[in-house]
Every structure is written in structure tokens, then in C-alpha cells.
DNA sequence: GTCTATATATAGATAGAC
DNA sequence: GTCTATCTATATATAGAC
């Protein structure tokens, strides 16, 4: 979106810049973070990270950007392997369970919009909607293909909302627990007593 | 913990601080939030400010010990009332709804503290982290109650963090969509299952 | 594209009169 | 306990040589 991603000796900086930039905003939030902190941090002169970018708002749009991409360019096919709901449901556990304990920072970053949103920028916004929507899109898509719901959005989009509030809950205790994960197990026993609470056939009861 | 919360004209000053201060940063974070913010909002001088908590980390830790006890003392007692495990389990999902929806900005000032943790005081870790326990026994307790675990706390244990990380995931859900409640009835679904799922004689099926 | 040097604003914090 | 005035550090951002 801002400017191709692999080239010479500046595009290497560019990428050293927003990896720190990246991993700073993730520890200490937007606000805490400081130029002068990424520059001692990356070893380039505060002047480069303007000329690069043109402003902090600027890195932080592009830090954010380049999460997302990442983010979701990692998420497996929504169309869930498996010949029956179990194996898929089971499957789609498991993938969504490592993109999570994957991607931590990147989650991190995307979560902490949410305490300096006030004041960010449209484009910092939009980047994180962005985000999200996809995400949601994303979720929404596998469980329906893992519960056989082309006839009932409506139940997808709650499995989905399920899910992903999950997920946010799960990277909020890590900020006090480190090393919590996404307990895939309860999950699933919710997930698939909602889809029977809407009449979905989910052969073979829960326990 | 820190004084008397109800005398003449200094109290005054020092609960005028507090409220500006905990709404500030509930709004934009620690780090973006500025002495001189908080004093130009609450029309006391910064010096008045120092005075009275010593440093902007000692108006923060005050502003959650504040948000901690008054969210703590809003909590219903953890023996939910209701004579059957319907009555009981709809008591405490009316009552956690409640309280997430009447305590936005503390839950969100608690939540905040994330993505600051890695530079704020012990003594605002532990402040927090008081409150995390206590709010995590509570559930624990009335959880137990409506179920009947008192010889299953390993079980109260997972419902109760269940119950918890979804309440979060809400909390992270409005900050991209304000007016994004507790969806209390999913939750129902889930927690019955979850309870079945362990053993625990569940009277009647979810659906 | 990267460097040194610097402009300008504001941050957190204090001094001391009242 | 509250005020004005101020210290010092650091913040974002730019200028201009190389």
C-alpha cells in the first residue's frame, strides 16, 4: 500500500525501522514510544525515519499495515479440511490456535489500537478495521464450511463473534499471564453446543 | 489504602483529581495522558497535582486502587440466588451483564494498563493484579454456586475463566464498537455445555 | 538516502510566596 | 492546600551538508 516491500539499501532500512518500530509499539503502546527510542533501537538517525516516513503517525500506519498484511496473509484457506465436522472443527481449533500463539506481537499491536484510538489518525483507524473485518470475514467463512452453515449466516456470524472475543479475551490475560493460550478445548465444547442450540446437526453429543 | 476518601476541602480536590484523571486516561492511555491534560481539566494547578500524589505514577496508581474498590464493592455476593440451576445461572449472567455495562470506563482503565505494563510501577502491577484475583475468585465463587461445585474447583476454575476471557474480548470488541455488550445468552449456552461436558449434572438440555 | 545539528513545544517535576 | 513561575529533559519535526 505505501511502497513494494523488497528492494536495495533503503528498503532494507525501511524494513529494519518498522521491525523495530514494530516491536517497541508492541511492548510499551504508541504513546511510549518514542522516535528518538526506535532510532537508538534500529541505530538510524531520527532524520531517516521522517524521510522514510514523514511522521510518526506515519511509521505507525505502516507498522500496522504491515501486521495486517501479515496476519492475514498467514491464515489458512477458509475452507476447512476434513471429511466430517469433527475432524474440521477440530482442524479449524488447531489452526486458529497456532495463528494465536504465532503471530503474538502482531495481535498485541492490533489489540492496543483500541487504548490510543481517540487519537489516532484516520488511517491508523482504518488500517485496524481493516484488520478486523477480515478477520471476522475470515472466521466466519471456516466455521460456516466446518458446520455446514451456507443457510445460516446468522449462526456463523455468532460462532465467529464467539470466537474472536475468544481470542481478544485470551491475548488480554496474557498481558498479565504470559504464556496463557487459547484453551481450544472449551471452545469447542461451546462452539459446538451453540450450533446445536440453533438446530444445526452436530452428530454425536458434546459428551 | 492511600486516605480518607471523604473530608473537607483537600479531599474534595483529591476526588476531582482522580475522576478527571481516570477519565483521561481510561480515553487515551497512561502515556498519553499529560499532567498538565489532567490539571487543565480539572482546573487545579499541576503543583496542587504533586501535592497531592507525588508523581503522574502516583495518580495512576491511586486511579486504579479507586476503579479497583469501587468495582469490587459493586459485585453482588457470590451466592447467587435462585432455587434451581436455571433461576441461578440467569441470576449471575443478568448480574455480570450489569456490571460490565454500568463499569465501562474502569473496566477499560484495568484492561488499559496492558499495554503499559512492561514500564509502569510495581506498585501499579500489583494493583491490578489485585484486581484481576479478586475479580477471577469472584467469579469462581458464584460460579460455584450456580452449578454446585464445591467438590469440582477445577471446574469453577475453567468456567470461571471462561466467563472472564469472554467478558474481555467484549471489552476489547467496544473499543472498535462502542455499545458492543456481554452477549449473555451464547454465554449461557456455553457454560451449560461446558458444565455438562465435565460431568456436572445439568438439569434439562441447553436446546 | 543518510548524516549532524538544531528549532520549537511540551513533558514531568519543583520552588517558594501566599 | 493552592497559586505563579520556572527548571531540566525529552518530544516531534526540520535544515541542510554529504
Known amino acids: 500500500m505505501t511502497e513494494a516491500p523488497a528492494r536495495g539499501r533503503g528498503a532494507r532500512s525501511r524494513d529494519a525501522i518498522l521491525d523495530t518500530a514494530g516491536e517497541l509499539m508492541a511492548r510499551h503502546g504508541y ?3 518514542s522516535i528518538s527510542m526506535i532510532s537508538a533501537a534500529c541505530g538510524l538517525p531520527v532524520s ?6 514523514g511522521s510518526k503517525d506515519g511509521i505507525y500506519v ?3 499495515e504491515r501486521a495486517q498484511t501479515t496476519l492475514l496473509a498467514a491464515l489458512p484457506p477458509a475452507e476447512v479440511p476434513g471429511r466430517d465436522l469433527d475432524e474440521r472443527l477440530e482442524a479449524f ?3 486458529v490456535g497456532d ?3 504465532r503471530h503474538q506481537p502482531s495481535v498485541r499491536l492490533l489489540l492496543g489500537l483500541g487504548m490510543v484510538q481517540q487519537d ?6 482504518a488500517e485496524v478495521r481493516h484488520y478486523r473485518d477480515a478477520l471476522m470475514q475470515w472466521a466466519r467463512d471456516a ?3 466446518v458446520f455446514g452453515l451456507r443457510e445460516r449466516p446468522e449462526v456463523a456470524d455468532e460462532l465467529a463473534r464467539f470466537t474472536l472475543r475468544m481470542a481478544s479475551g485470551t491475548a488480554v490475560a496474557r498481558w498479565f499471564d504470559a504464556g496463557a ?6 471452545l469447542r465444547v461451546a462452539l459446538r453446543a451453540l450450533a446445536a442450540h440453533h438446530g444445526v446437526a452436530v452428530r454425536g453429543a458434546p459428551e
Open 31 to 33: 504513546a511510549a514510544t
Open 48 to 53: 531517516s525515519l521522517y524521510w522514510h516516513f
Open 62 to 64: 505502516a507498522v500496522l
Open 93 to 95: 481449533l488447531t489452526e
Open 99 to 101: 495463528a494465536f500463539q
Open 120 to 125: 489516532a489518525t484516520a488511517a491508523a483507524v
Open 143 to 145: 466455521l460456516s464450511c
Open 181 to 186: 493460550a487459547l484453551e481450544t478445548g472449551p
